[in-house]
T-cell receptor, first 114, second 115 residues
Framework: DGGITQSPKYLFRKEGQNVTLSCEQN?????MYWYRQDPGQGLRLIYY???????QKGDIAEGYSVSREKKESFPLTVTSAQKNPTAFYLC?????????????FGPGTRLTVL | AQKITQTQPGMFVQEKEAVTLDCTYD???????LFWYKQPSSGEMIFLIY??????QNATEGRYSLNFQKARKSANLVISASQLGDSAMYFC????????????FGSGTRLSIRP
């Protein structure tokens, strides 16, 4: 089955630790995205990548880093510089990354920093 | 700046009734796309329907239709014959052609279907 997988579903970390969230897609999509969702709110874009080895900052990139070494993978690292990392993180992909593309989402990772 | 406004934080609807979820948007661009997503309690965002700014017909996908009124800058989602499984958060979203490749989301409407 084609789709987007994110792991783990729930993640707990101590304050000050870096943590990496996984996102994999087998849809052969060129573009991938990371969003953050806080309770009762919509999604905010962290980073996006339209092609391998290239990525761009979104609206709230501070304290996060990404890499795109393979087309199917777009891991997100939440660094200790992110002041309030507890949130729900959603990864998405779209076929070409053009502005009218529909984005398809993974199941999300809920990160809690203790 | 682009903005999406959803003014209904929560709605209750009787099963089998039709429901309209409101969405207004603000952009100075002439070319843009409008989306609706459903987010059940599991958290996954499920794409429902898309409307392009130059599409003359309202988009429809099964029980979902998008009531697109360009002059009013509204893009309401209509769900016909609601079902218990429709209970979820619903987000309206927009992309604009002149911006970077990203979607702007509204704050969402929580829809609860009563049996």
């Amino acid at each position: 089955d084609g789709g987007i997988t994110q792991s783990p579903k729930y993640l707990f970390r101590k304050e000050g630790q870096n943590v990496t969230l996984s996102c994999e897609q087998n849809l052969n999509h060129d573009a991938m995205y990371w969003y953050r969702q806080d309770p009762g709110q919509g999604l905010r874009l962290i980073y996006y990548s339209q092609i391998v080895n290239d990525f761009q900052k979104g609206d709230i990139a501070e304290g996060y880093s990404v890499s795109r070494e393979k087309k199917e993978s777009f891991p997100l690292t939440v660094t200790s510089a992110q002041k309030n990392p507890t949130a729900f993180y959603l990864c998405a992909s779209s076929p070409t990354g053009v502005r009218t593309d529909t984005q398809y989402f993974g199941p999300g990772t809920r990160l809690t920093v203790l | 700046a682009q903005k999406i406004t959803q003014t209904q934080p929560g709605m209750f609807v009787q099963e089998k009734e039709a429901v309209t979820l409101d969405c207004t948007y603000d952009t100075s661009d002439q070319s843009y796309g409008l989306f609706w997503y459903k987010q059940p309690s599991s958290g996954e965002m499920i794409f429902l329907i898309y409307q392009g700014s130059y599409d003359e017909q309202n988009a429809t996908e099964g029980r979902y239709s998008l009531n697109f009124q360009k002059a009013r800058k509204s893009a309401n989602l209509v769900i016909s014959a609601s079902q218990l499984g429709d209970s979820a958060m619903y987000f309206c979203a927009m992309t604009v052609y002149s911006s970077a490749s990203k979607i702007i989301f509204g704050s969402g409407t929580r829809l609860s279907i009563r049996p």
